[in-house]
């Protein structure tokens, strides 16, 4: 710390001396230190001590997959096995990611069972996005089906926005969208308290599962967090529900209803979402430039203002105010209008898909031509031409540039080019000098270092795990599969093929997982395939 630089060392005074590693769920108030995933744990801790704070006697239940970002829940959740044994909070880690789905699922049925011995039950499901992939179809049923007046659920979702340790890169909110899952989006680890708590509200009142996005970003960082009072409710909302309401029931045959009762479950959602806003100005009012954020971007684009030197007294000079979307889908309609209303242009500034930027244009398009904006710019400008990519990671010098260029369209006479230089990455990478980049390579004493090889003329085809990395080692290593699919790509490539056998690499854990019923799949087809079960985890 002494060879801090002045201005980031602490001060005596604001360290905590008193503070303990397990006051991290164990404090009740005041501020703790949180890293994404324990934020997930203590959140758990915070709805049941809120419950019973209001006299609910309540219990948790938690199921889902691990896989990064989420790799760590597993064991967050059972070093705070004290904490959740206190509260009732049972986790039951799934064998994949559908299974722990339907498990979630099950928990919101004790309430219509008549058979509870608690009033209700909070879910939580987690997965990383291929994982919420795969489970598409439970995940649209138990949102269909709906979560229980004192459960509610939160859908946890992984997202690898920048591919780092997935096979591709991935947006869950899309999916949670097809089935009318309404979406939370959180700038970061700080406000997962706040939105987690509002997310069980939000599912209690509206009977939908709520979808809250985990990304990389958020979810492997640590900040330290204000704890929310256990006694902060939620205002209550006007809202008619269908006959027979919203939440789970049995009978709950197959039928229009539901289809019905979902759109009901979006009604709801926008009508709490209105009493109790997460959506928020944050700098300014009004001006000919509203900009719109939603999730990391947010603060991508408040650390670009900061870099340009753009505070709020400039900010109001330039006439530009900044609105942030917490609830990203479905988006809620006051609090976007009254955001929108009377701009000359909107800048959205999202993460890959324009998500918030297409709901905005909807929902703008039938404004009278005195209070619509000129301008919705996000993805592309008002021409077509590209401004924010809707691929990869933002970064502060990319929402940076991209706001210069908007206001130097509108006040030409605001130079900021000297300003956005200095942000500006270089072009062109040194020529010369060490490089980062480094291929990695199974660990020193791991069982893919021979358990890889094939015999001279042999091929295997690859899957998901770390002997992928077999891919790029010269060991006849091809292709790719989904977790659970390997080797019955090459029952439709066999009859076509030269080759007569292939072998397949299959992790212990992949096999446990789901793999097995590709075996099955492989024994079915009778398809001439030898896999190899790559067993490393180690003997107790
Ligand atoms: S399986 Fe385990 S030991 Fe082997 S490379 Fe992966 S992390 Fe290392």
Not at 128 to 139: A, F, Y
Not at 257 to 262: C, K
Not at 281 to 302: C, F
Request: proline residues 6%.
């Amino acid at each position: 710390m002494d060879g801090m630089p002045k201005g980031l060392r602490p001060e005596r005074a604001d360290i905590d001396h008193a503070y303990r590693l397990d006051d991290r769920y164990g404090r009740t108030e005041g501020q703790v230190y949180l890293s994404g995933t324990q934020a997930l744990v203590r959140l758990l801790l915070l709805q049941a001590d809120r419950d019973r704070r209001a006299g609910l006697n309540t219990a948790g239940f938690v199921s889902g997959y691990r896989g990064s970002p989420l790799g760590g829940l597993d064991q967050a959740l059972w070093q705070a096995q004290a904490h959740l044994d206190a509260r009732a909070i049972r986790f039951v880690p799934g064998i994949n990611e559908d299974l722990g789905a339907t498990a979630v699922m099950g928990s919101q049925q004790v309430e219509s069972s008549g058979e509870g011995t608690v009033e209700g039950v909070f879910g939580l499901w987690y997965g990383k996005g291929p994982g919420l992939d795969r489970s598409g179809d439970v995940l649209k049923h138990a949102n269909a089906y709906g979560s229980s007046p004192h459960g509610g659920v939160l859908a946890v979702a992984g997202d690898d926005h920048g591919g780092v340790s997935s096979s591709m890169p991935h947006q869950s909110d899309l999916a949670m969208i097809a089935w009318s899952m309404p979406v939370l989006n959180p700038s970061g680890v700080r406000e997962y308290l706040e939105f987690g708590l509002y997310g069980y509200a939000l599912s209690r009142f509206s009977g939908a599962w709520v979808g809250f996005k985990a990304i990389s970003e958020s979810v492997e960082s640590a900040a330290t967090i204000q704890l929310p009072s256990l006694d902060q409710g939620f205002l209550p909302v006007a809202f008619e529900p269908p006959p027979g309401g919203l939440h789970q029931r049995w009978p709950d045959l197959p039928g229009l209803a539901i289809e019905e009762r979902l759109a009901a479950k979006i009604a709801a959602v926008k009508a709490f979402a209105r009493v109790n806003r997460i959506d928020r100005t944050v700098l300014g009012t009004g001006g000919w430039l509203r900009i719109v954020t939603t999730g990391k971007a947010h603060l991508d684009l408040m650390e670009a203002l900061r870099l340009l030197g753009i505070g709020p007294a400039e900010a109001a000079e330039i006439g530009l105010s900044v609105h942030k979307i917490g609830l990203s889908w479905p988006l809620e309609p006051d609090f976007a209008l009254s955001a929108a209303r009377g701009a000359e242009e909107i800048l959205v500034v999202e993460e890959k898909a324009p998500v918030v930027e297409g709901q905005l244009k909807d929902l703008l398009y039938h404004l009278p031509a005195g209070e619509r904006p000129r301008a919705v710019v996000g993805k592309t400008d008002e021409f077509g031409a590209r401004l924010l990519p809707a691929t990869g990671e933002l970064r502060p010098w990319i929402v940076a540039k991209a706001l210069v260029e908007r206001i130097g369209h509108r006040l030409p006479e605001r130079d900021f080019s000297t300003r956005l230089a200095d942000l500006l990455p270089d072009e062109a990478p040194a020529a010369t000098g060490p490089s980062l980049a480094r291929t990695p390579y199974f660990c020193s004493g791991c069982p893919h270092n021979s358990s890889t090889r094939v015999p001279e003329g042999s091929k295997a085809l690859a899957g998901i795990g770390c002997h992928f990395m077999a891919s790029w080692m010269d060991r006849d290593t091809v292709g790719l599969s989904q977790m659970g699919g390997e080797g019955v790509s090459w029952i439709g490539q066999a009859p076509f093929s030269k080759r007569r056998h292939i072998f397949q690499n299959l992790g212990e854990g992949t096999y446990f997982h789901s793999g097995l019923l590709a075996i099955r799949q492989a024994v079915a087809a009778k398809a001439t395939i030898t896999y190899k079960i790559l067993f490393t985890t180690p003997s107790p």
